[in-house]
């Protein structure tokens, strides 16, 4: 009898596949790409797909000049006003010919510009990155994540192996509180903090929390999501879970920025039954692609006992195939977690199905404005 290998390649493939093979020899002739550049409006799709594909090969080395301009604090120093090159090798350490070589990648890629012969200010996409915490901190952060990718066919091959973001992001797969470093803690939720603020506008833009009496921030970390309903909405109590030693962290910082009255903190675990019960809208913030199928499914499932009848789940992460966000959720969370050890970039439609999987009656997505951000499923009880 013959194997199921062999016998799949008799198998006549349909038009769709017969098509795609022809479309990428097509693609592929060096004849029909010369061709296409002398062709208008053809000229221009060979040169976008040519400029990707350079794109794909020297990203590494982009993003090292990113990192090298936010680690020499030069986008800092041209934050504050435009700066001589001398002034700029002086201040970062670098010789003349150094910091010139970088400012001169810097600005092809956008981030600075120079405004006059030897004086350097920042250019439209340094000064974004500039006055944004998450994007300087994910920079510096993603010191560890390169590394763990220096060999990522290993990785790949071997998922389990320690790596330097596994061990950062330890606790978010670990059930025992007990076995949690605080300064690994606090590392994570400080990181989790400065990321939220882009994430938890986009959330509150597309789903009133007005009229809620008390929303459960679950895995909350320092509590930037619910600092930022707490400022625009007057419910009355806005409530705080994580593990023990974020939960501590947490209430520290909740406290400082006023909350008072409004505020609960418990420290627990979402993988045994001490979710907060009763109350009536749930959040889950970046939680539940921190880990596998089974660990989510447990976690929505322990947070649909603890709601009420007409209760709400409100899930906002990263979610797989966004039009407009693929490559950048698709490509760049999926490899992230495979360093993390741990999760996966699911779609909306796969969050739906579990929610519902977990006992939610029902499950719906909403259209966030920034998808790269984060996207948003609402489930209700």
């Known amino acids: 009898m013959a194997s199921v290998n062999n016998v799949r390649e008799f198998v006549r493939p349909s038009i769709k596949v017969t098509f795609r093979q022809w479309r990428s020899a097509m693609v592929a002739n060096p004849t029909f790409q010369a061709f ?7 000229s221009h799709f060979a040169q976008s797909r ?9 990203g590494f080395v982009y993003s090292q000049i990113f990192a090298s301009c936010v680690n020499l604090g030069v986008l800092e120093v041209l934050n504050t006003a435009p700066s001589l090159v001398s002034a700029l090798a002086q201040r970062t350490g670098l010789s003349e010919d150094a910091i010139g070589r970088l400012l001169g990648a810097a600005q092809s890629l956008g981030l600075v510009t120079e405004v006059e012969p030897g004086l350097w200010a920042l250019d439209d996409l340094g000064a974004v990155a500039a ?6 901190a994910m920079v510096r952060h993603h010191s560890l994540l390169y590394a763990d990718l220096a060999d990522p066919v290993a990785l790949l091959k071997q998922r389990s192996r320690e790596t330097g973001i596994a061990r950062l992001w330890a606790y978010s797969a670990n059930p025992e509180p007990a076995g949690i470093d605080p300064e690994d803690a606090r590392t994570y939720s400080e990181l989790m903090r400065v990321s939220q603020d882009a994430v938890a506008r986009e959330v509150m833009n597309v789903h009133d929390f007005s009229a809620y009496r008390e929303v459960v921030d679950i895995g909350g970390g320092h509590g930037r999501f619910l600092s930022h309903v707490a400022t625009q909405t007057e419910i009355p109590s806005l409530h705080l879970f994580d593990l023990p030693p974020v939960a501590a962290q947490g209430k520290i910082a909740l406290e400082a920025e006023g909350l008072g009255l409004r505020l609960k903190v418990t420290g627990g675990s979402f993988f045994d039954s001490t979710v907060p019960v009763g109350a009536d809208c749930y959040t889950l913030v970046r939680v539940l692609y921190d880990h596998d199928d089974d660990i989510a499914l447990s976690i929505l499932q322990a947070v649909r006992a603890a709601m009420q009848p007409g209760s709400v789940l409100v899930i906002a992460e990263p979610m797989g195939g966004t039009k407009g966000a693929q490559a950048h959720v698709n490509a760049y969370f999926s490899f992230y977690l ?5 999760g996966r970039c699911r779609s909306a439609e796969t969050h739906i199905a579990m929610a519902k999987k977990a006992g939610f009656t029902h499950a719906a997505r909403l259209y966030t404005r920034q998808p790269l951000y984060t996207g948003i499923v609402i489930a209700r009880a």
């Open 338 to 342: 495979l360093a993390m050890a741990s």
């Open 131 to 136: 006055n944004d915490p998450g994007i300087l």
């Open 50 to 58: 040519a400029n990707a594909l350079y794109g794909m090969t020297a």
């Open 36 to 42: 296409c550049t002398k062709i208008p409006g053809l």
